[in-house]
């Protein structure tokens, strides 16, 4: 019996949008595929990783309209899951605990996808789905390239800055202190991927999640010589609402030069005049 299914569902514009249900540590996974309507040869694809926990923010059509197609138009196959337990899923939501496979597992199923060329993976994941991607980096080295928006990087932090997170985590994965030092980042940089260069973007008005956690990441993977970029808008909210177009941009940019074009990776060692 196969692991992976894939059905119509809408258009939005010029992209086709498709459901799709897979397997994934033994249970089954709801997500979506995405894809411009008129295409030559198999595409580069981005992983997107949604935000949020649980059914809030799981991808509805607000979403898909206003990320996945987005992403999609711009040359791309683009594969989001919406994680175990949730929008259908069967299994535990352990917000970046097991269902971080519920991403990687992706990997298996590209032969399902003849549309999509696997030599040219992207991902992009915003808020917990930056968690997600930090996760995905330390376990495997396939991924060309990655964008974070507004990523949780320290959980500890989390949890001062907004204390009804306590809550959630302790349903997700008991909120014990070990559970936090595996999701937070900054615990593990230096475990990221040296070959996946990492774009992150932060908004100093995030009262979501701090941007001292980009921050912090930042310094991490300088010592770690893990190729990145760091961009803080200045009094952006969560979702980078103030500089929208500017921060797209940016993003596009960054899979555009290492993900479809697969351009070399940068020098990190002292050099110059």
């Given at each position: 019996?196969?692991?992976?299914?894939?059905?119509?569902?809408?258009?939005?514009?010029?992209?086709?949008?498709?459901?799709?249900?897979?397997?994934?540590?033994?249970?089954?996974?709801?997500?979506?595929l995405?894809?411009?309507?008129?295409?030559?040869?198999?595409?580069?694809?981005?992983?997107?990783?949604?935000?949020?926990?649980?059914?809030?923010?799981?991808?509805?059509?607000?979403?898909?309209?206003?990320?996945?197609a987005?992403?999609?138009?711009?040359?791309?196959?683009?594969?989001?899951?919406?994680?175990?337990?949730?929008?259908?899923?069967?299994?535990?939501?352990?917000?970046?605990?097991?269902?971080?496979?519920?991403?990687?597992v992706?990997?298996?199923?590209?032969?399902?996808?003849?549309?999509?060329?696997?030599?040219?993976?992207?991902?992009?994941?915003?808020?917990?789905?930056?968690?997600?991607t930090?996760?995905?980096?330390?376990?495997?080295?396939?991924?060309?390239?990655?964008?974070?928006?507004?990523?949780?990087?320290?959980?500890?932090?989390?949890?001062?800055?907004?204390?009804?997170?306590?809550?959630?985590?302790?349903?997700?994965?008991?909120?014990?202190?070990?559970?936090?030092?595996?999701?937070?980042?900054?615990?593990?940089?230096?475990?990221?991927?040296?070959?996946?260069?990492?774009?992150?973007?932060?908004?100093?008005?995030?009262?979501?999640?701090?941007?001292?956690?980009?921050?912090?990441?930042?310094?991490?993977?300088?010592?770690?010589?893990?190729?990145?970029?760091?961009?803080?808008?200045?009094?952006?909210?969560?979702?980078l609402?103030?500089?929208?177009?500017?921060?797209?941009?940016?993003?596009?940019?960054?899979?555009d030069?290492?993900?479809?074009?697969?351009?070399?990776?940068?020098?990190?060692?002292?050099?110059?005049?």
């Amino acid at each position: 019996m196969p692991n992976f299914f894939r059905e119509y569902y809408r258009d939005v514009g010029e992209v086709s949008v498709e459901r799709i249900r897979y397997q994934s540590n033994g249970h089954w996974v709801n997500g979506f595929l995405a894809m411009p309507k008129e295409r030559t040869g198999a595409l580069p694809c981005i992983i997107s990783n949604r935000g949020g926990s649980f059914e809030f923010g799981a991808i509805d059509d607000e979403k898909i309209e206003k990320k996945l197609a987005v992403l999609a138009s711009w040359g791309y196959v683009v594969l989001a899951s919406q994680y175990s337990g949730n929008g259908g899923s069967e299994g535990k939501d352990e917000v970046g605990g097991a269902d971080v496979e519920d991403v990687l597992v992706f990997e298996e199923y590209f032969s399902d996808i003849p549309e999509i060329d696997a030599s040219r993976v992207g991902m992009w994941g915003g808020s917990r789905g930056g968690m997600m991607t930090y996760q995905c980096l330390t376990r495997v080295d396939w991924i060309k390239a990655a964008v974070s928006v507004a990523g949780v990087a320290n959980y500890e932090r989390a949890i001062q800055k907004r204390p009804e997170m306590n809550e959630v985590y302790a349903k997700g994965f008991g909120n014990t202190p070990e559970g936090r030092r595996v999701r937070s980042a900054v615990n593990f940089a230096d475990r990221f991927c040296k070959t996946t260069p990492v774009l992150l973007m932060h908004g100093t008005g995030d009262w979501r999640v701090s941007p001292q956690d980009s921050l912090e990441l930042a310094e991490k993977l300088y010592v770690a010589k893990v190729p990145y970029r760091l961009v803080i808008f200045e009094g952006s909210d969560h979702g980078l609402t103030e500089h929208y177009a500017e921060a797209w941009n940016i993003g596009r940019e960054w899979l555009d030069r290492y993900v479809k074009n697969t351009t070399a990776l940068p020098n990190l060692d002292p050099h110059g005049k």
